[in-house]
């Protein structure tokens, strides 16, 4: 689900970039997507910066109070210094103050992403074969969405909705062509690695055209999204997916996760009982010797018994 969502935010992501140039052609001004992100950044790195600068004032300051108290003359020149330093802080925090308001213009603007012609498409491109995207954890998708989005008939529905919007937009309709068909080509090769590692059992032969297939899956993605991360579950997909299945030929249609949270409601049980403890390393050493004794009782029995000195 994690990789078909970042697929799908890219995809969303080169849409709302044609969107802007839509309503531009629609003769309405509005900032692009990018400068809007590139703004937002900006504009926490300079808070940060206003944060240190006030923190390094009141430092210095505290500073000159000191050695002014101190009342020795040798401290007249560094009080000087001291007093510059301060006033070029004072300056650079008025500078900082400054630009976040310019900023503070670019970022009022109503930027609605979903509001475009060519993101709206995709909306409607999935509700046309029944998927919906979440409205928590950021948007994803349930499993069974993704299932029913990767088949062969929506993947083509999906990415063929830009190119049909685009007919409204001329100007708009090689970029929107190119689009569709990097994302058709990049879903597909997505589709046969998930078809095959969700299944409950897997044969050898599925397991090689599993190998060949995350290769040709992720040398895409590396090579036509250069500028993005691999995540962490393609890093999975890539490395440890096959040589799981090579050994126990058990696809992740047979996994689920009701035994890990069956795991985090015990924990909580745990802390609830130990909850008396002050010291966290006791709480915790408790903690796990209760549940190693829970899951595995037989170690009672494997437990070296104390032998007691006999009293003369």
């Known amino acids: 689900m994690g990789i078909f969502l970042r697929l799908f935010v890219l995809l969303e992501e080169d849409c709302h970039k044609l969107d802007c140039r839509a309503v531009v052609l629609d003769g309405v001004s509005v900032i692009s997507y990018d400068n809007y992100c590139a703004a937002l950044v900006t504009k926490r790195e300079l808070m940060d910066e206003m944060v240190s600068l006030k923190d390094t004032i009141q430092c210095f300051e505290q500073h000159v109070v000191y050695m002014l108290s101190y009342g020795e003359e040798e401290m007249d020149a560094a009080v000087e210094l001291m007093k510059l330093e301060i006033e070029g802080k004072k300056q650079r925090l008025n500078v900082v103050g400054e630009e976040i308001d310019k900023l503070e213009v670019t970022l009022k603007v109503d930027f609605k992403k979903e509001d475009g012609p060519f993101?709206?498409?995709?909306?409607?491109?999935?509700?046309?074969?029944?998927?919906?995207?979440?409205?928590?954890?950021?948007?994803?998708?349930?499993?069974?969405?993704?299932?029913?989005?990767?088949?062969?008939?929506?993947?083509?529905?999906?990415?063929?909705?830009?190119?049909?919007?685009?007919?409204?937009?001329?100007?708009?309709?090689?970029?929107?062509?190119?689009?569709s068909q990097k994302y058709l080509s990049l879903f597909n090769l997505f589709q046969k690695c998930h078809n095959i590692y969700d299944k409950n059992i897997v044969s050898d032969e599925e397991i090689e055209q599993l190998e060949d297939s995350i290769g040709a899956f992720m040398a895409f993605y590396r090579k036509n999204f250069a500028t993005h991360s691999v995540l962490?579950?393609?890093?999975?997909?890539?490395?440890?997916?096959?040589?799981?299945?090579?050994?126990?030929?058990?696809?992740?249609?047979?996994?689920?996760?009701?035994?890990?949270?069956?795991?985090?409601?015990?924990?909580?049980?745990?802390?609830?009982t130990y909850c008396g403890v002050r010291d966290p390393a006791q709480k915790l050493q408790l903690m796990l010797k209760e549940h190693t004794l829970h899951t595995a009782p037989s170690n009672v029995a494997a437990r070296p018994e104390i032998k007691r000195r006999k009293r003369s």
């Open 232 to 272: 962490p579950k393609m890093h999975f997909l890539e490395v440890h997916v096959v040589p799981y299945l090579k050994q126990w030929h058990m696809g992740f249609g047979f996994l689920g996760e009701q035994g890990v949270e069956s795991i985090h409601h015990y924990f909580n049980d745990l802390e609830r």
């Open 119 to 179: 993101v709206k498409a995709l909306d409607n491109a999935l509700a046309s074969f029944h998927v919906k995207r979440q409205a928590y954890y950021s948007g994803t998708f349930v499993g069974n969405h993704v299932h029913r989005a990767l088949k062969a008939n929506n993947v083509a529905i999906l990415c063929n909705s830009i190119v049909s919007t685009a007919e409204d937009y001329p100007p708009l309709c090689s970029e929107a062509r190119a689009i």
